[in-house]
Structure formats: C-alpha cells, structure tokens
C-alpha cells in the first residue's frame, strides 16, 4: 500500500485507488496512515472522528467503517496469502495499518528532512540542500487539502506545517551558505509576502539582497516587517534582526559570503 497526505489525499493497494469518498473514513485512513506503523486507540478514533460529542453508537459505527475500508483494500489486493485484516490490523485496543514508513509520503518527508538536519549540523550545506529540496518536493499542497479534520488531524498537520517550515528555512540557510543568493531571492520575496511576521525569512532575505548589491533593498525588507510587527503585534523586531540591520547599515564583512563557499555558488 501507498498513502499520500502531502497534498489531496492519495491511497493505493496494488496500484489501485482505494481512497474513500465517505468523509469519515478518509480521516480514519489519514489518521492511521500518518501514525504506521503504529497503532491508533479507538478513543483517539473517535476523538478525530465526533470530538466531545461521541454518540453511543460509536464503537460499532466506528467498526464499520473499519469493515469498509478493509473491503475496499480487499477489492484492489491480489495476494491470497494477505488478508485486508493483516493490511488493516486490529493491535492494541485500536486500529494499525501495517504500511511500511517509506510508503507514507509524510513519513518519507520526514526521513528526509532529519537526515537533512544531520547533513546541514554536520557543516555539509550541499548534502544538507538536496536532502530537504527532495523532502519538500513531496508537499503537492497543503497536507489533506480534502480531508475533513478533527482535533487529533488537526494536532498531526501543526506537526507537519511547522516542521515543513522548518526544513524550508534550513534548506535556504543552506543554499545561503553555498553562496546561492541570486536565485534564492524570487523565492523569499514571495515566502516574505506570504509570512508578514516571520523574522528568520526577513534575515535570509537580508542577506540574499546585501549579497545581491542591493543593501537599500534589504534595509527596506526589514522596515516593512518592523512596520507589519508594530502593527500586528505591538512589537519591535527583535535584537537578533536589528544587528542585522546594524550590520547592513555599516556594511559589516561579516555578510559577506565565505570565500569556501564560492564553489558552490554557480550550482
């Protein structure tokens, strides 16, 4: 079996689209998914599917939808040796897909933005780069686009904005790093516009127009966020981007991009 959440949600067994149609059984099917090959409870099942208000026709109503999705796994599986209850298993006091990691595309992602992680601590900026460019090209879109959410889904996708955030800004500090400044910067102009008050993409920003010879345009970048911070917030930059400021204003060497890195630049 195969399951995407990176986006619409996707499931096949044996190349077959088996994704439900039923509102609910796609959030059981993204809930197990996300959590294989661990077991889910029945109470977090039911948590997602009715939140405080679980009617007392629950626990059946919830097998019957584990009956039919395990029937549409049997309809597209060939192997007699398998049944659709070793794929949908019961474990535990809950429900467990037995889908191996890989498969689950937000699994993959995150494999690949750990190992990324590593790469990136280890001082190697180009490993680190392709490591996370491959783990973000798995988001087709916003995770479960098409999927209805409950109070647990809803907990599993912060997880996975943030942590795909994370490895977008991780990747950028790493082509920052590797001296790829020019064609970072389309991207964080449009990653700026998208997150107003977010202080780490102004910075790589910053930096990308310094290293461009554009430190006007950078000084500018960081007064429309510092204007967007007072007028949401309340708040002024904090000191971490004021130095950065600083550092644009007097045009301090330390901006300037490695000569290690200038190898790399033209990748």
């Known amino acids: 079996m195969e399951v995407k959440v990176l986006g619409p949600m996707e499931a096949y067994e044996n190349g077959v689209p088996i ?20 077991a889910v409870t029945v109470p977090s099942l039911m948590e997602e599917l009715w939140g405080e208000e679980i009617p007392r026709s629950a626990s059946p109503t919830l097998q019957t939808y584990i009956l039919q999705l395990r029937r549409r796994i049997g309809a597209a599986h060939t192997d007699p040796g398998i049944r659709p209850r070793d794929i949908l298993a019961t474990r535990f006091g809950g429900y467990l897909l037995d889908v191996p990691a890989e498969r689950v595309d937000a699994r993959e992602f995150e494999r690949l933005a750990q190992a990324g ?19 973000l090209q798995l988001w087709r879109g916003p995770a479960l686009v ?26 950028i500090e790493a082509d920052l790093r590797l001296g790829r400044h020019a064609g970072l910067l389309g991207e964080l102009r449009v990653l700026a516009a998208q997150h107003p008050l977010h202080e780490n993409l102004c910075a790589q920003l910053m930096i990308a127009l310094y290293r461009c010879g554009a430190p006007g345009r950078a000084l500018d970048a960081y007064g429309v966020l510092s204007d967007n911070l007072v007028e949401s917030l309340g708040l002024n930059p904090s000191p971490r981007l004021q130095r950065l400021q600083h550092a644009v204003l007097t045009a301090d060497p330390a901006l300037e991009l490695p000569d290690s890195a200038a190898r790399y630049a033209v990748r």
């Open 19 to 38: 994704v439900p149609s039923a509102p609910k059984q796609r959030q059981i099917l993204a809930l197990l998914a996300l959590q294989a090959p661990q």
């Open 117 to 135: 992680r590593r790469a990136f601590d280890a001082g190697d900026d180009f490993t680190a780069s392709e490591l996370l460019r491959a783990a």
């Open 146 to 171: 098409d999927v209805p959410v409950g109070r647990v889904l809803e907990l599993e996708l912060m997880r996975l904005e943030e942590g795909r955030m994370a490895a977008l800004e991780q990747r």
